[in-house]
C-alpha cells in the first residue's frame, strides 16, 4: 500500500495544477475545448499534459493525430505519448489502450473506476505546469472516482462547458451542484458553440441562441470565462486529417481560447 501512495506521489509531484473539464451532457464540444485548452496553455508557454477519461469517446488522439500511437512502460509506469512537432504535450487516453480504435469499452462501474485509479497512480507525467483533465459527459461514478484520485493532488479546479441553449445549460446547472457537493472549485463556464463565424465573411451569426452561459454564471454566483465561437474551417481541418496544432492558432476560436487560458493562468498564480 505504502509502495502504491507513494508511486503515486513521486507520478503527480512535478503537475503543479490540475484542472477538470466537466459539462452535464454530451456533444457541447468538451473534448474539442479541453485540447483548445491545452493548446492556449502551450501558447501561453506553460508545459502541458492532457488526461483523457473519458472511457467510452476518446476522441484526444485522433484530434492530435497520435491515435496510432502506443503507450510504453518505465521503472515508474506508462510513458505519455508527446504530441506536436516539438513534443511538448503529453497525453494518456485509454484510445491507447484498445485493440482496434472502433472497440467499444463495454465495462461495468468498478472497473471503469480502477482504470481513472489507474491512470492517475501510473502515468509519468514529469514536470507540468497544468494537466487538463477530459471528463465523460454526466456526474456519473467515474466523476466521483476522478475527484477522489485527484484531490490529494494540485487540483486547481473545474471549467463547466456549455452550449447557449436551455437544455445544455440545465444539465450543467446540475453539474454545478454536483461540483458543491463534491467540494470542488469551480474556476468558470465557458459557452462553447457560441455563434457561427461565416468563412467568407467573418460575421457571426448565433445559431443556438446566445448568452445561456453567461446567465448561468451570474446565477450561481460563478465567474464566466468567456464565449467560444462555431468555426467550420477548424472542423474541416479535422476532418481533413490536417495538424490541429498547426491549424488552430489561425482560428476564430484561438483569440477567445487565448483569454480564457490568461484567466486560469490568473487563478493559478493567486492559488500558488
Known sequence: MEEGN?????????????????SGKGGVGKSTLS????????????RVGILDVDLCGPSIPRMLRVQDSAVHQCDSGWVPVFVGQDK????????????????????????????????????????????????????????????EALRPHHLLGAVLVTTPQAVSVGD????????????????????????????HCSECTNIFSKGGG???????????????????QLTQSLEEGKDFIQEFPKSSAFPALTHIAQQILDTSQRSS
Do not use: Y
Open 172 to 199: 450543467v446547472r446540475r453539474e454545478l451542484t454536483f461540483c458543491r457537493k463534491a467540494g470542488l472549485r469551480i474556476l468558470g463556464i465557458v459557452e462553447n458553440m457560441s455563434g457561427f463565424v461565416c468563412p
Open 214 to 232: 453567461e446567465e448561468l454564471a451570474k446565477h450561481a454566483g460563478v465567474p464566466f470565462l468567456g464565449c467560444v465561437p462555431l468555426d467550420p
Open 88 to 147: 511538448a504535450i503529453a497525453l494518456m487516453s485509454i484510445g491507447f489502450l484498445l485493440e482496434r480504435p472502433d472497440d467499444a469499452v463495454v465495462w461495468r462501474g468498478p472497473k471503469k473506476n480502477a482504470l481513472i485509479k489507474q491512470f492517475v497512480t501510473d502515468v509519468a507525467w514529469g514536470d507540468l505546469d497544468f494537466l487538463i483533465v477530459d471528463t465523460p459527459p454526466g456526474t456519473s461514478d467515474e466523476h466521483i472516482s476522478t475527484v
Open 35 to 46: 485540447t483548445e485548452l491545452a493548446l492556449a496553455l502551450r501558447n501561453a508557454g506553460k
Open 6 to 22: 507513494a508511486k503515486e506521489r513521486t507520478n503527480l509531484a512535478g503537475v503543479r495544477h490540475i484542472l477538470l473539464v466537466l
